[in-house]
């Protein structure tokens, strides 16, 4: 007699969004902080609201070459006023007598007393014994003129702690003077990749590739799009498929790392070594999200060694990505994003989407909320990449973005869609 299999036990889909709202409750923000020079703050993440010690500008200024002058001394056009001082910019003003006006540059400080600036356009210079200018248009109060503190005013708090910093925030930061800031240490990320069949470009030719191997690309994406979030990533390579080797990889990494991400190996082949290794030395939810591309994610720990420090939290966050690179990619950008974010204190906002008109047709109803690959097209409709499979990576290159498909929707050209731009995932 000969025995049947067991029976597949296959656990019921998880929604992206609890999937996400489980992950995030497990992204307890990290506590460390350094200092950096603001130059090298971009991307990095402000540990504490940045409070203005003074105002910018710091003076009433012009923004303009031209005159400034009292706006009441001009009522009708033409006439002519003697011009008493000069400033430059960087330089300071005396007071301005009535009936008189100041040669004045964008961004010198104003003459006290003046409360306008008619730009030198609007002017003619008249010579002989007193050098005057005639002013050819009625000036308004106020005009050309910036006014001190309209940019920032003292204590106002300029940048929040938990902001992510952009080149214009680096500036407004110098603005006020500050040439070092405190921001959140980058999360220590250990990167690697399961598979055998995995062989680096550069190592083998791709002539001499032995049958089944293949290059591993989810390394180089994953790498870079780690970077970007701003992480420090050690990249432990390739890890075979043998128990053994992958509890090596992970207790090596648990010790000085926020979070070890993994590729491949997520599902529950024989093959498939993660889930008991990680088991073995922490805990694992194995996730089968209702989502295309991507169904298998994991969240789990791994204990630390005691060695590593009185204050390091006792285990290290445990995330593996599925293989195929296109779900390594969009589980990425939808869940570990987020999760990165979190753990650097930062917001996690809900996605941004647009919705965009479908200048494709999508026949087949899918079970599970879809990720279309999709790229804006000249007529500000929505062109889908002809092939989704989770394996073409050339899907995620060729798209600008993805459209959020709910389950079991089919879609029509002129449909409207909601996009999600991969500008507003990939920092
Ligand atoms: P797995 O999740 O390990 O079952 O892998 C699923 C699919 O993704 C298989 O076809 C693997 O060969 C492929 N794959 C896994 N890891 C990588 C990688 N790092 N680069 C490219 N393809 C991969
Ligand atoms: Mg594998």
């Given at each position: 007699m000969t025995s049947s299999p067991p029976p597949q036990h296959r656990a019921p889909l998880m929604s992206l969004d609890d999937a996400l709202a489980s992950v995030l409750a497990h992204a307890l923000p990290l506590h460390a902080t350094e200092t950096v020079a603001t130059f090298d703050a971009d991307g990095r993440v402000l540990a504490q609201d940045l409070v203005s010690a003074?105002?910018?500008?710091p003076n009433d200024n012009s923004s303009m070459d031209g005159y400034a002058l009292r706006a009441a001394d001009v009522t009708e056009a033409g006439k002519v006023l003697p011009v008493t001082q000069r400033i430059a910019a960087g330089h300071a003003s005396e007071p301005l007598e009535p009936g008189t006006c100041a040669r004045i540059f964008t961004g010198a400080p104003m003459p006290a007393g003046a409360d306008a600036v008619v730009m030198q356009e609007d002017t003619i210079e008249v010579g002989g014994n007193i050098h005057g200018v005639h002013i050819q248009a009625v000036p308004q109060a106020g005009q050309w003129v910036r006014r001190a503190g309209e940019d920032v005013t003292r204590g106002a708090v300029v940048l929040s702690k938990g902001e992510r910093l952009s080149p214009a925030s680096l500036g407004l930061a110098a603005s006020l003077g500050l040439a070092h800031l405190s921001v959140v240490a980058r999360p220590r990320v250990a990167l690697f990749s399961t598979g055998d069949e995995l062989v680096m470009p550069g190592e083998v030719a791709p002539e001499a590739m032995r049958p089944g191997a293949i290059y591993n690309s989810n390394r180089f994406f994953l790498r870079a799009l780690l970077r970007r979030m701003g992480c420090e990533v050690s990249d432990l390579g390739i890890v075979p498929d043998r128990r053994e080797a992958t509890l090596a990889a992970l207790k090596t990494a648990a010790d000085h790392h926020d979070l070890i991400l993994t590729s491949g190996?997520?599902?529950?082949?024989?093959?498939?070594?993660i889930k008991p290794a990680v088991q073995q030395l922490g805990s694992l939810d194995l996730w089968q999200i209702a989502?295309?591309?991507?169904k298998p994610f994991a969240y789990g720990t791994v204990q630390r060694d005691?060695?590593?420090?009185?204050?390091?939290?006792?285990s290290c966050h445990f995330i593996g990505l599925p293989g195929n690179p296109v779900s390594s990619f969009v589980t990425f950008l939808l869940l570990v994003r987020p999760f990165l974010l979190r753990l650097q204190g930062v917001e996690t906002k809900a996605l941004k989407t647009t919705t965009l008109p479908a200048h494709?047709?999508?026949?087949k109803a899918e079970k599970r909320r879809e990720f279309l690959r999709v790229r804006r097209n000249a007529a500000g409709g929505l062109d889908l990449f002809p092939n989704q499979s989770s394996g073409v990576l050339t899907s995620a290159v060729w798209a600008d973005g993805l459209v959020d498909n709910p389950a079991g929707n089919t879609i029509a050209p002129g449909d409207p869609v909601s996009f999600i731009s991969f500008s507003d995932l990939i920092a």
């Open positions: 003074l105002q910018v500008p190996g997520v599902s529950v082949g024989e093959e498939d070594h989502m295309k591309p991507g005691a060695g590593a420090g009185p204050a390091a939290a006792e494709f047709t999508l026949n």
